[in-house]
């Protein structure tokens, strides 16, 4: 009896299987922590939007906005286990479990934006974009995120005047070290968490671009933003591996391609709304002060070089490929 019914059961899989183009359908989630209005949530729209277009409804990506999904170490997580399909990762927390991608955390490591897009597109990019999809995130196409700077209600120029400073960092060791070398006090803390840290004064300041100082708010509760620009880190549309490996061929290109395209668009938004948002922030009161001499600062983080490459020998090469890329 259950082995008739199986049969039939069988049978009919096989005939739905054959009749319905659509049964592989993919219908995947993707984590995105910003909201509207920043740049990379107009941006995971159109990814989006892409995907559908190019696999002809094969696979299909629900964007959630705002970290609704999880915080970003805990959504990073959900990806490599497949939990979560996909989302638009800072390399900054990927560096805890995927050590390659700590190169772009090392303060200073980029001369400016285009020097770091050059260095991914490098031997130094296909290392770390290997090791990435090796741990289960896999990295379709890199996004810009600027550089990040300090801001707080006082004006900083030297590393000195971190000092005794409680900043809020993200999750990654080299950051705490990066603060502590300053003087600081570092404090790693959930991006969601931040706004209300800086407002109740649990931390004198936090660092980021100028599209996440104005969307989340966290100018609202600072006065000063100083131009440090002491993190350039990357982003990525990344994906399961297993996932994205389970597709055919030709649904690999067009998931590909589509991610491509999506972060050509956020390059080109990024370029245009984070001036727009520092010109926000300026009228709205805060002061934003260039730091005419940034030597200081890369003088102290000499020591976070010299006990990081101690630590990890094996990031040396890495580390030199970066410095020596034009
Ligand atoms: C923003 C990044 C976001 C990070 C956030 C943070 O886009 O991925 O979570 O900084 O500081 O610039 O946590």
Known sequence: M???LSIIAAGVITALTLVNPLHAAENWRAWNIHNDGHPNTAAMDRFS?????ATGGEVKVEVFHGGVLGSQPDALEQVRLGAI???NFNLGPIGPMVKEANLVSLPFIFKSVPHMFRVLEGDAGTAIADAMAEAGVKPLAWVDAGARSFYSQKEINTPEDVEGLKIRVMNNNLYTSMISAMGGNPSPMAFAEVQQALKTGVVDGAENNFPSFKNVGHYEVTSHYSLSEHLIIPE?????????DGLSPELQDAVRGAAEEAALYQRELWAVQSEQARKD?????I???EIADKGPFQEAMVKVYDEYLAANPDMKELVEMAQATE
């Open 2 to 4: 259950f082995k008739r």
């Open 49 to 53: 939007e892409l995907v559908e277009e």
């Open 85 to 87: 399909e996909l989302g």
């Open 236 to 244: 990525c549309i990344c994906v399961n591996t297993a996932k994205f």
């Open 281 to 285: 922030v300026e009228a709205a009161g």
């Open 287 to 289: 002061k934003v002060n």
